[in-house]
């Protein structure tokens, strides 16, 4: 590993192989330095598909791929696979879980957010949330389980609970996993079973803001609610969840049953960034300056949703695009401070070209800031989600693969990878068998209208 030597390039060491890791290491193979990429995972994941592999319509392997493979024609670049555990800043090293210690002159640090459970921890076995493939995967099984458990239960006593799915948290994801469930319950498992009817599935969003989708423009965000309950998605705002329990969750004094309850709600920074012993933020985010450096540390770059960047009086949204650029600012301003030029650089600024949220399978919100100005919902929003997609896609056998998917799913209504894998189990799935008792204040549907009657409205 990267150790001293008279006439030696500098060693860039790189922690975290998401999108703000994967775009500086890529850029940082064309200059002379020697890069060090290390990741806990072998491959980098595209987040903003993991709901479709949640809800079987991809495959995990079409949303990731192998890190080496990706930076392969990187000669100056080798790919550790180990979860880093700290830092000695001072000393510039790495402390790996391994045992091993890597020397590093310049890092970029990368390493991403993780579910924020606001301190109940204990609520993550029961409402699990959505960032890594092995997530996506828990959810699917969650969700499939459901209808194989009615339609087992439906069999053998001739009633089954009510199929409520519960989400809490309205922004992007909750809405994303929102939409996808009642697409497969209406559309893709309507006529797979013989006892239950899956178009009785019931999906509620609970967000705790005033607004579903808050960090919208407020007509994407009415569009938004229209197109959820289109597609008989319920949806409560200022529902603030005050417990998780299997079977059910609570707002305040109401007992909403859920099969299922997932969780779309808080993140929090990644622990390494407190770990660098420089100022964060109350999520933990490093607070950096106008190169991405944290205040002090011009060898230490911090990029992604880890980095609190601010720009024009507000914070850069943790989303794909502010990471990706980060990533490739923080390796040009290494390979510029190798050549003694860093002061031809402008500082970093975000270049906005706005964002998108699906609704099912063909609708969506986009707020449109390049190439022009413009907020668009419905079936076009859905089509420009999907070619913006389908194009930030590494990896020519996954973009491939994913629009044939896309296409054979949309026209088919079939099969997707309706897979279950591991335990038969769900958490609360035996107290829902029952009757609530006589007098509890239970809201067993949790919804304002029914559910056909939305559908056909
Ligand atoms: C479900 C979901 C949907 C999303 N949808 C969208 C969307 O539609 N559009 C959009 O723009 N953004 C979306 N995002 C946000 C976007 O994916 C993130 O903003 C982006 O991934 C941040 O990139 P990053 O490089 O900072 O971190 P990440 O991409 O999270 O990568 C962090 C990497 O660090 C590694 N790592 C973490 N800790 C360690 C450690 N201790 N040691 C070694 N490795 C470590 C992880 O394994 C991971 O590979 C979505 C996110 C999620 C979870």
Redesign the pocket.
Known sequence: MAQESSNRRPRVVV????????YAAKALGKLPVDVTI????N?????????QVALAVLSPGEIAQPVRSILRKNKNTEVIM????GFDVGARRVHL?SGAEIVYDYLIL?????HSYFGKDEWAKLAPG???LEDATEIRRRVLLVFELAERQKLETGIHPQLNFVIVGGG??GV?LAGAISDIAKLYMANDFRHIDPRKAQVLILEGSPNILGAYPPDLQRKAVEQLHHLGVNTRTEAHVTDIQPGFVMVGDEKIESVCTLW?AG?QA???GKMLGVETDKRGSVMVDAHLNPFGHPEIFV?????HFEQDGKQV???????MQM?AYAAKRIGLIAEGCEAKQKPFRYFDKG???TIGRKAAVARIVWPFHANWSGFMAWCTWLVV?IFFLIGFRNRFSVFRDWVYTYFRFQDGVRLITGSQDLPGWKTLAHDPSPGENVTPLAMERPIEEVAHS
């Open positions: 922690i975290g192989a998401g999108f703000g890791g994967i290390i990741d806990r995972k491959h980098h994941t595209f987040q903003p598909l993991l709901y180990d979860e880093v555990l879980k990368a390493t991403g957010s993780t959505l960032k890594t992007p994801t994303e779309a993140v990644s622990p390494l990029c992604g949703d880890l980095a949204p943790g989303v794909a695009q502010p990471a990533g964002d998108m949220a997609h």
